[in-house]
């Protein structure tokens, strides 16, 4: 499977600010996800990031407070913007395995927001 | 859209014990089944999944079977060790670069 990283592993922000997570492949895929984990809950979707398209926003998540890029088909960005207590959380990409069902997750980045 | 439900929420089993965790699905297009075991502090890996062309598959200690008529599948993890000791995420999708959607979670506990 795809070696994954994200940048940064974690980070305490204040709240009003924005942070961009980064999430790097070793190779090239067609999509990648954006997950949201909050406290000791279970994953949530985001959106998709497809390269050179709009990423697709799941319900309850919107693209002025989770803007995503996809510049090349190895690395993608979300931001949290305009942060609040509530957007602590882990913060995960996946990208598909080589049949397309698979999903494989990235480390992972444990936000705080005070 | 899909829903799953996963049971229970939290297990405690003795070392050798076995342990079974049950998701249902509620999305009759959903053909891959996969289960993540996640460690503190750690990603979800991707332990095994099943395919709706097949009842039941094992690898080693852990097996999963799926009844696509009833809308379940389980995980059953046989001569539990304490390194089992993770929480466990079922999933259901259609496959093929599709929306996967995750149950709640299963705390596992194996007492030494």
Known sequence: ????????????????????????????????????????????????ANQGSEATYESGFVIDKFPISRPNLTFSTLTVSNMSPEDSSIYLC????????????????????L | GENVEQHPSTLSVQEGDSAVIKCTYSDSASNYFPWYKQELGKRPQLIIDIRSNVGEKKDQRIAV?????????SLHITETQPEDSAVYFCAASPGGYQKVTFGTGTKLQVIP
């Open chain 1, 94 to 113: 996946s990208v598909p395995g080589t049949s397309g069902d698979e999903q494989f997750f990235g480390p992972g980045t444990r936000l705080t927001v």
């Open chain 2, 65 to 73: 079977t799926l009844n696509k008529t009833a809308k379940h599948f």
């Open chain 1, 1 to 48: 499977s795809a070696v994954i990283s994200q940048k940064p592993s974690r980070d305490i922000c204040q709240r009003g600010t924005s942070l961009t997570i980064q999430c790097q492949v070793d190779s090239q895929v067609t999509m990648m996800f954006w997950y949201r984990q909050q406290p000791g809950q279970s994953l949530t979707l985001i959106a998709t």
